[in-house]
């Protein structure tokens, strides 16, 4: 049975200006669960950026396809949702009519009012309301404006969101502010969502997976981390939870040294499979070892 | 003045030199009349019949005066009012320019849309851009044989460069961002067109549009007196064979105030158009 997302031996290749070629990944392969919150994790310029314009359809690929609920993935759809790292809002219309927007584009046979009386609601969600709506995005904070993103994206609920280092121009506490937001918003749907983030701490309180990837060129998704925490989580609780640091301690091992030990060259493989990896210090000792997925040691 | 603020300090000063510039107008007209006494030479060959003189700015405030307050009537061929005359121009002006705009700005989508379409067109509109817009008006009057519409054409080609190139250019440089947001809300092209990026490109393409009006506004004065008949270019060559000067700077001051219209109207649709990012 494949899984809800599945990502087949997909590979890019890019002219590389010289006359030759420059191969950003090669036969990447992975899945991702219905209502699953996986982030990808990855140093600048690896291609995570390429793969997540494969999943949305706005990229085809050089190799390889994607297959979502059974249908392979040919060009944009409502079904992906982006939200856009530079937020990507129509800077001539209004913050709701940018909502409204999407929604009339989701739904062609509703109503204005109707239309309107949806995108309120979900701009409500992400704490705009009254007079700010009816601004232009450019008289928005950096951090309203991607609240704004995130409605429009949420609103037309998508089978699958695909959020592309939404948080990045963000300072600290309005990232925050959001990130509570997005999981309250999330947490209420059956939404699967695929995120590119750089930052780990925000990677670990979001996801239920990290998929870490190499440096590129032949970039790989080299391992799969399950994130070993329950939810509900909150910013200040996680790191007081015993998988925290050594979750962390993994990640900041790996994007520290092993991303780029395990970088440059081809695999020889044919399918390139992320190593599944669970740290779980709270597991019972007497637990079957087979009953788990494979652990493999953590350095502490 | 210190208290004063930007704006009424600067009208003061256009008034100043508004006032101060027409009296030296006015004083120094008697001076160049009297410029050299009569010869025995010109008293003889008639030399001393009345001449045209330049103006004063009183006569033709006068002039303006009894022109504005009736300025649509008709008492044939070569006595309209200044209306009539004005109304003329600016009917051919806004045909010719609307027929452009018409192909320019759906042409201009297509050259900004593809490069290909960009490359294939580019030599065609290098080539037949630089022309001088009267140029055409020989061909034009051998071909359509009709002198209204060939200045209507002049317009036309006149002011269809700027629009078209504008319109590429700024469908063209539409970001590939706002263009993805179509896609992904699957907007059709038709739609991507009027939604996204024509909203988009507006200011660049208002921009050229306002060029445009300022070039037909300066080229009808002349395909005006080219083809005669009608309009302000020909009241204003007609008053110069008639020798009424007072006439000749009332209509171009008439020429000058319109024009400064159409931009203001076009500055006023930019300001609309125009958003921040
Ligand atoms: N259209 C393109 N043509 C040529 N090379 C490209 C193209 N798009 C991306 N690349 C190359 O592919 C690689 C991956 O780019 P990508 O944008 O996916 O990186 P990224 O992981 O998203 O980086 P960042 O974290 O900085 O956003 C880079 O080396 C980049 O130079
Ligand atoms: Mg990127």
Redesign the interface.
């Known amino acids: 049975m494949k899984p809800f997302l599945s990502i087949e031996k997909l590979t890019q290749r890019f002219p590389d200006g010289k006359g030759g070629e420059l191969t950003v990944f090669e036969d990447a392969t992975f899945g991702v669960e219905k209502g699953e919150f996986v982030v990808i994790l990855g140093h600048s310029g690896c291609g995570k950026s390429t793969i997540m314009n494969i999943l ?3 990229a085809d690929p050089t190799g390889g396809g994607v297959i979502m609920d059974g249908q392979e993935v040919k ?4 079904d ?3 939200v ?1 790292q ?1 937020y ?1 809002l ?4 209004s913050t709701l009519k940018n909502v409204t ?2 929604v009339a ?2 739904h062609p046979e509703w109503s204005k009012a109707q239309v309107t009386e949806h995108a309120v609601k979900y701009l409500g969600m992400v704490g705009l309301e009254g007079d700010v709506i009816h601004r ?1 995005p ?1 008289q928005l904070s950096g951090g309203m404006r991607q609240r704004v993103s995130i409605a429009r994206a949420f609103a ?1 609920h998508p089978k699958l969101l695909l959020l592309d280092e939404p948080f990045g121009a963000l300072d600290a506490l309005t990232r925050g502010t959001i990130q509570d937001e997005l999981l309250k918003i999330w947490g209420g749907t059956e939404q699967t969502v695929f995120m590119i983030t750089h930052d780990i701490d925000e990677a670990i309180l979001l996801a239920d997976r990290i998929l870490l990837m190499t440096n590129g060129p032949f970039a790989r998704v080299a391992e799969s981390v399950e994130i070993t925490i329950p939810r509900p989580r909150s910013r200040t609780e996680i790191v007081e939870h015993p998988n925290y640091y050594a979750i962390r301690n993994h990640l900041v091992q790996f994007l520290g040294r092993r991303s780029k030990e395990m970088a440059g060259s081809r695999t020889g493989t044919d399918t390139n499979r992320p190593e599944p990896m669970r740290i779980d210090r709270t597991a019972p000792a007497d637990e079957p070892e087979s009953r788990r997925p494979p652990l493999r040691a953590v350095n502490d | 003045m210190q208290g004063l603020s930007l704006n009424t300090r600067a009208a003061i000063m256009s008034v100043l030199l508004l006032v101060g510039g027409l009296l030296v107008w006015e004083l120094s007209i008697p001076a160049q009349q009297t410029v050299g006494e009569l010869t025995e030479y010109e008293r003889l060959t008639g030399g001393g019949e009345a001449r045209a003189g330049v103006p004063p700015p009183s006569q033709v405030i006068v002039k303006a005066w009894e022109e504005l307050s009736n300025p649509f009537y008709d008492a044939g061929p070569n006595d309209k009012g200044i209306g009539i005359q004005i109304g003329y121009s600016i009917y051919r002006v806004l045909t010719g320019y609307a027929l452009a705009a018409l192909i320019a700005i759906p042409l201009g989508f297509l050259i900004g849309m593809s490069p290909v379409a960009y490359r294939a067109l580019n030599p065609f509109i290098q080539v037949l851009r630089p022309i001088s817009p009267l140029a055409w008006m020989p061909l034009a009057l051998f071909i359509i044989q009709d002198s209204e519409a060939s200045a209507i054409f002049v317009i036309f080609i006149c002011s269809i460069w700027p629009m078209l190139l504008n319109t590429a250019f700024g469908v063209a440089g539409v970001r590939s ?2 263009v ?2 179509a ?5 059709g092209p038709l739609k991507t067109a009027f ?2 990026i024509l ?2 490109a ?1 200011p660049t393409i208002v921009t050229g549009m306002r060029i445009s009006i300022g070039i037909a506004w300066l080229v009808i004065v002349a395909a005006e007196m080219l083809v005669g008949g009608t309009g302000i270019g020909y009241y204003v060559w007609n008053e110069w064979n008639n020798l009424d000067l007072t006439s000749v700077i009332f209509s171009i001051l008439m020429i000058g105030v319109v024009g400064m219209l159409l931009d203001t109207m076009f500055g006023l649709l930019q300001r609309r ?1 125009a ?3």
């Not at chain 1, 060009?75 to 409502?78: K, N, Q, V």
């Not at chain 2, 896609?183 to 907007?187: G, N, S, V």
């Open positions: 949305a359809g706005l060009g944009p759809s409502l992906r949702g982006v856009f530079n990507s129509l800077p001539w219309l927007f999407g584009a989701r232009k450019s037309n | 961002d706002w993805n947001v896609k992904t809300h699957e907007l939604t996204v909203p988009a507006a158009v958003y921040v990012e």
